[in-house]
């Protein structure tokens, strides 16, 4: 059980990550919602896909999140030229030692910034799926472990974009979320000219926390408690995206793991220990949306996967509240601790 100071430690974990968000608004004006699903990703080990048209801050969002965190920090500049070893480094032979040495490639970075993905081609693409998936790189036969904590913040233009390679569906997939950041409102905007119209605006920007308070938000988000109801309800989501009738490719089981990775993340940036079925559908559409292909019929009738997923929101039942009936109360007598809303354990019991 967690102690009292146990939980003053946590809620100091807390404050960290709302200094992160507050670093990193102060740059990206009037997107919170950006901002915050970026950190959300973050914290839930996954790796961020930030797709809009040219110049609306997809690069300076992925920058500003890097410099706010002291960490290492490699940006790769993906180009039609750009070759696999670039990404993950090259086994170079040493003529005074007579071996081979590696020379490891921008991938080994805490936070690394893909810039423009999808200009370079498949082939340099999938030299990311290992680095992904399983936080290493293979070269030559020899495997190399990535630092952590890890996280890849790659930005693309939309595919209509002249001179873009669309990215595979397993690519997609490794991917935790995708997000948009859209054009700011007049307001935002004016804003940004007054406070950044003559300066950089990364350039005062400073770290207002460590890697090392990163990896142990992290470790307090993986004790997030998440319900029997609230894991079914994710299960029935993603379920659902696969019998649908207009999609010919429905969402992998590591969409559900990243789903309930991602909506842990969620609560506990809202100061809670428990994921609750919201967490879940705020964050649904970021989640499966950009792994969802729709038929050809779809997408003549100008459907998105974005508003599929909307709609397997409203039809999937949400779990309720389980308020307790007989058997339940007797059930909870012989407990250490009644559980709370959605079969959650109370406050203090684990996590935030």
């Known amino acids: 059980m967690t102690t009292y100071d146990e939980r003053a430690n946590l809620s100091d974990l807390t404050s960290t990550a709302e200094q992160v968000r507050r670093s990193v608004e102060s740059v990206i004006e ?16 996954g790796h961020l896909l930030i797709e809009d048209v040219p110049g609306v801050g997809k690069t300076m969002l ?18 039609p030229d750009l070759l696999p070893s670039d990404i993950t480094g090259v086994s170079v032979f040493d003529q005074q030692r007579r071996d081979f040495e590696f020379k490891p490639g921008a991938i080994f970075a805490q936070i690394v910034i893909g810039d423009e993905i999808n200009r370079a081609s498949p082939k340099t693409q999938s030299a990311l799926l290992e680095s992904m998936e399983e936080r290493q790189v ?4 020899q495997t190399y472990e990535l630092p952590n904590p890890f996280m890849v913040v790659a930005t693309q233009n939309p595919i209509e974009m002249e001179g873009t390679y669309p990215l595979p569906e397993a690519q997609r997939d490794r991917f935790m979320a995708r997000l948009s950041i859209g054009y700011p409102s007049a307001a935002a905007e004016l804003e940004m000219l007054d406070v950044h119209g003559g300066v950089n605006p990364l350039a005062d920007l400073q770290p207002v926390a460590h890697a090392h308070d990163i990896s142990k938000l992290i470790d307090a988000v993986r004790g997030v408690h998440v319900a029997d109801s609230v894991r079914r ?17 429905g969402a992998s089981p590591r969409a559900t793991l990243q789903l309930l990775r991602a909506a842990k993340a969620s609560s506990a940036l809202a100061g809670r220990e428990f994921v609750l079925p919201d967490d879940v559908q705020q964050l649904a559409v970021a989640v499966l949306a950009h792994r969802l292909l729709p038929t050809a019929q779809a997408q003549l009738n100008r459907r998105t996967a974005e508003q599929i997923v909307a709609e397997i929101l409203q039809r999937t039942p949400v ?34």
């Open 30 to 45: 009037g997107k919170p919602e950006a901002v915050r699903l970026s950190l959300t990703v973050l914290l839930a080990e």
């Open 62 to 79: 992925a920058k500003a999140l890097a410099k706010s965190i002291d960490c290492s920090v490699r940006r790769i500049q993906f180009t």
């Open 138 to 141: 293979t070269i030559d036969g």
């Open 233 to 249: 309800y994710a299960v029935d989501l993603v379920t659902a995206t696969r019998n649908h009738p207009e999609l010919r490719l």
């Open 319 to 352: 779990p309720t509240p389980d308020h307790g009936g007989a058997s339940n109360v007797a059930a909870r007598l012989h407990t250490e601790q009644p559980s709370g809303p959605y079969g959650q354990r109370p406050p203090g019991s684990r996590g935030f």
